[in-house]
Structures are given as structure tokens and as C-alpha cells.
């Protein structure tokens, strides 16, 4: 082991929400950290400050909750489904089809809500997400539902801000716009980086070094290689720095991977705005997440999936693959009058949006450049299936279409004018592989051995996720992980 000076006791890697936790909790235990995050300014905060700052934690309904969450009026008028942990480590097992490591997931489904009121204690703030999870009911009372309840004050900006001034106030070095590019591996342990700012290269010194720099979604070399050649053509939402610099120097001192390297977390996204990548004006808003309540068509003006197979929050994270894989990567979800004002106000109403309307069906086909008459067809077709079950968006209501491929719930005709076409194309958000680790983050080699001194957790560990996930589970994970690798570092 070298005995050179160290420059802390850890160093963290990342600065979005998995490496903020850590160095929180490694701080709390009297440890001195460096957290090195490459983006500077508004381009801080890696894929963190682009989320909307929904959490999935387990619960037991409203008054569990009110500890956690920030006063609100409408608490008063407001159900909050119970949501067991059982519920939740079974929505785990069903997204990514009983892939989910499982130990990872028992400690997921246990510790996140636990996770949150520490990180409460610290400073950081929550609320219940009305506008995203909740619907109003003709008496003025709100549903939520889906799982999904808690959030961020401020979303992904707030979660932010949060997470700088606590970690300021716990004594963390915090420097931004440096590049970690390598580890510094000796004796068969990891005593440090090499990083890079303005172009100068040098060494930092630890004990412990967390890796919580993401994915490698931002790379299109990268995504075409375990993705697919395809995949370099989508579209990139957050941080454009999670190039996966951090994966490849922990594989090379011998590391193993993690979880699945071949799927990824994928949304539908605005095609046709001019800034659709790493936008850190618009961040979540360009994401077009109503799509449950219309129906989806290619520019072949055929329908491709179960647009209601199930929540949104299930179902959302893999559709922007079933995009990608479309005719020119290119879709339009397709609404009418009566759906229109159902629809997200922050996402379908933000300035600059991609959409078209027409007083027609045929209108509308003419200005996508679609077949006008196999258009019709498509949605004569559609409507024309649908049943007589009651229409309710808090619950699978099993108002379906019987065409092919079915709409399982929430079918309505769309025949009143006028009707819109939001076109959408496939935004990647984040990769579901990473490297392997232990209960604690302690990334492992081939053998299954422990590198000293290396830890990852956020979207560096792999394990949780594949082919899809539950809505807010990631930012779960990295709370509960992240908490976990700073308490061992």
C-alpha cells in the first residue's frame, strides 16, 4: 500500500444524487471528502438536476407520510394508496420480467424510505407530486396512484440545490469542472484518481474513492457497442458528461460488470425542438409522458404497442426503444379535444413544443406527411373496438380496444375536433448496466473479490434494472446505495 499523503479520507466521484448522499453520509461520520463534479454551473448535477425528483419509497398512506412531505392544503381532500414494500419489490420483479438482482432489490424496497427522512433530517425537502401522480375527481378531491407519490421540492433543480447546501454545511470539498479519468490501483487496492480541469492532469489521493459519475448513455460509441448501432441516433436527455470514463477504468484494473449492459432506461421525447438534448432550461419537460390517455402511430400510420398496458410508471422507461425502432425513429401520439386537457401541462404546454393541429383526421395526416386514408383507417379502426367499461385514469379501468395491438385501458374514441399530433422520438436517460458490488457498494472483481478501496452506487452499480424499471426507483436507489457506499468508504 502506498503511503502517500492522501488528500482526503474519500473521494466522491459524481455529483448528482447518489454521490451527494454518500459524501453526506461519509461527512456525518466524520470523514473529510473531496466530490469531484465535472460540469460547472447550470451543467452541475449530472442526470439528477434533469429529473422531475419523484422518488419511490414504500409507505403506509398519507399520515405515514406526513413526516416526510411539506404541508399542503390539499392533504385534507387527498387518498394516498398504501404501498407495501411487497408491492414494491414485486413491481421490481415484473418491469425488468425477474431480472432484478434480488438482494439489491430487498434493500431497495426496505431502506428507501428510511433513506429519504435521514436525508430530510439533513435539509433536504419533499413533497407529493399533485401535477405529475394525482388526478382531481368531480367532488375536488385527489387520487394518486401508480406507487409513485414523493418528490423534491424544486423537482430536479431543488434536489440539487438541497443536496449542494447540505453538503457545504457538512464540510465537503466540493470542485467543480474537473474530469475524473482514471484510478490510481496499487498493491491490489484503489488509492486514488487521476483527474483532469483546464486541461491539466494530476493525482488525488484516498482511502476510499465512490464512483457515482452514472452510465454511459451520453456516449454514442459507447451505446452503439452494447446497445446497438441504432442507439447512436437517440436522443440524449440529461447531463452530457455520463460518457462512462469511470466504468472503463474500473474494468480495467480488473472490475466486473453489472447488471445489463444491453438495455437501457428510454422515454418518449420531443423529435423535432431544436435544443432536445441536454436541455437545462426545459430539463423533464421535453419528455411527453400522456401518451397512456391517446394513441401512438409510426409514419407508416400503424399503431405498435399497448399504449394502456399498464401505468404510466411502469411502462413509460421502455417505450422510447419501441420508438427508436420505428421508421425513421419517429412517432406521434395522437389526441383529441376531449383528451387535450388532460394532458401534463409542464410537458404538452411548454414553449417551443413540437406539435400539430388540425380541424380533421385527414388535416392532421396531411401536415405529419402521412397516408391520409390509412390514417383514418388506423383510428376508425380503433375507435370503432373500443368498450363500454367506464373511462378512469386512477385505475387500470379496463376500458379497452380490441385491435391489434390492443389498448388494454383508458380507450376513448379520438373523434372531436380538433385533434393534435405530438411527434416523439426516443430520449435516453440512462443505462441499466454497471459494475458488480456488494450489500455496501464495494465494487467486485471476476472472482468475486472485494477492490479495496473502490465503491460505486447510482447508476455506476449494476444490477437493479433491466429492460425496464419502476418511475422512481432510480432516484431511490441512489439515495439507499449511495447512503450504504458513504457509510462503509
Known amino acids: ?72 392544503d390539499r392533504h385534507e381532500t387527498t387518498v394516498v394508496p ?22 439489491m432489490a430487498d434493500i431497495l424496497v426496505n431502506e428507501a424510505g428510511d433513506a429519504l427522512r435521514w436525508l430530510k433530517s439533513l435539509g433536504l425537502r419533499y413533497r407529493l407530486m399533485y401535477e405529475r401522480q394525482a388526478y382531481k375527481r368531480p367532488d375536488g378531491s385527489y387520487l394518486f ?3 409513485l407519490h414523493v418528490g423534491n421540492v424544486g423537482g430536479g433543480v431543488g434536489l440539487i440545490e438541497d443536496h449542494t447546501r447540505v453538503a457545504r454545511e457538512h464540510g465537503v470539498d466540493i470542485r467543480y469542472g474537473v474530469r475524473a479519468l482514471d484510478l490510481l490501483h496499487e498493491d491490489g487496492a484503489v488509492v486514488g484518481v487521476v483527474v483532469e480541469k483546464d486541461e491539466q492532469q494530476y493525482e488525488l489521493r484516498a482511502e476510499s474513492v465512490i464512483i457515482a459519475s452514472g452510465g454511459f448513455e451520453s456516449s454514442s460509441a459507447l451505446r452503439s457497442q452494447y446497445l446497438g448501432e441504432r442507439w447512436a441516433n437517440a436522443k440524449v436527455r440529461g447531463t452530457r458528461y455520463n460518457v462512462g470514463d469511470m466504468l472503463k477504468a474500473a474494468l480495467r484494473i480488473g472490475a466486473a460488470k453489472g447488471g445489463d449492459w444491453e438495455t437501457c432506461h428510454s422515454v418518449q421525447w420531443d423529435a423535432f425542438h431544436p435544443e432536445n438534448e441536454s436541455n437545462i432550461e426545459l430539463t423533464n419537460r421535453l419528455t411527453r409522458q400522456s401518451y397512456f390517455l391517446g394513441l401512438l402511430v409510426n409514419n407508416k400510420s400503424e399503431r405498435f404497442l399497448d399504449e394502456g398496458a399498464d401505468f404510466r410508471n411502469y411502462t413509460y422507461a421502455k417505450y422510447g426503444k419501441v420508438i427508436l425502432e420505428q421508421p425513421d425513429s419517429v412517432a406521434y401520439q395522437i389526441f383529441d379535444a376531449d383528451l387535450r386537457p388532460m394532458l401534463r401541462t409542464e410537458e404538452y404546454d411548454m414553449p417551443g413544443i413540437s406539435v400539430e393541429q388540425a380541424d380533421t383526421l385527414k388535416e392532421l395526416a396531411e401536415k405529419l406527411n402521412l397516408d391520409p386514408e390509412h390514417f383514418e383507417s388506423t383510428i376508425e379502426q380503433y375507435n370503432a373496438s373500443i368498450n363500454d367499461a367506464d373511462f378512469d385514469p386512477t385505475v387500470l379501468d379496463g376500458k379497452a380496444s380490441a385491435v391489434t395491438p390492443p389498448k388494454s385501458n383508458w380507450a376513448t374514441a379520438i373523434d372531436k375536433a380538433p385533434f393534435y399530433a405530438f411527434p416523439v422520438t426516443c430520449g435516453i436517460t440512462f443505462t441499466f448496466g454497471g459494475l458488480k458490488g456488494d450489500e455496501n457498494g464495494r465494487v467486485l472483481n471476476e ?18 434494472f433491466s429492460v425496464n424499471y419502476p ?14 457506499a458513504g457509510t462503509a468508504a
Open 447 to 464: 472472482d468475486g473479490e472485494v477492490i479495496q478501496g473502490l465503491f460505486a452506487c447510482g447508476e455506476a452499480l449494476g444490477g437493479l
Open 1 to 72: 500500500m502506498s503511503h502517500k499523503e492522501n488528500n482526503a479520507d474519500v473521494i466522491v466521484i459524481g455529483g448528482g444524487n447518489a454521490g451527494f448522499t454518500a459524501a453526506h453520509a461519509a461527512a456525518e461520520r466524520g470523514r473529510s471528502v473531496i466530490l469531484l463534479e465535472r460540469g460547472e454551473g447550470e451543467r452541475a448535477g449530472g442526470n439528477s438536476y434533469f429529473t422531475a425528483g419523484a422518488t419511490r419509497i414504500a409507505h403506509k398512506g398519507l399520515e405515514d407520510l406526513r413526516d416526510l412531505v411539506e404541508a399542503d
Open 82 to 103: 398504501p404501498y407495501s414494500p411487497e408491492e414494491y419489490r414485486a413491481d421490481l420483479e415484473r418491469v425488468t420480467e425477474g431480472r432484478t438482482d434480488p438482494a
Open 145 to 147: 396512484w401508480g406507487g
Open 471 to 484: 418511475g422512481g426507483s432510480g432516484l431511490a436507489a441512489g439515495c439507499v446505495f449511495g447512503r450504504r
